[in-house]
């Protein structure tokens, strides 16, 4: 799961370093680059995200968006 989420991460924007622990990937993404983010992981995980699940502290990290995941599967 890590690695796809790490893929889709980068293809959306390569300049984007996942590992980096200090940096919010939510605000690091510009708005259009975060929808296509979540339409990315609904298409691959085959879930939905609800609206009121999409802010920016389900973003932040890696982690965060994985424990996002695991809730929704």
């Known amino acids: 799961m890590r690695d796809d989420i790490v893929e889709i991460l980068c293809d959306i924007n390569p ?3 996942p590992d980096d622990e200090d940096m919010s990937i939510a605000e690091f993404l510009e708005s259009k ?3 296509e983010l979540i ?3 609904e298409d691959k995980f085959d879930i939905d995200i609800p609206y009121e699940e999409r802010n920016e502290d ?3 990290s890696v982690d965060t968006i994985i424990d ?3 809730t929704l599967q």
């Open 58 to 60: 389900n973003f932040e």
């Open 39 to 41: 339409v990315r992981l």
């Open 15 to 17: 300049l984007l370093d």
């Open 68 to 70: 996002l995941l695991k």
């Open 33 to 35: 680059q975060l929808m």
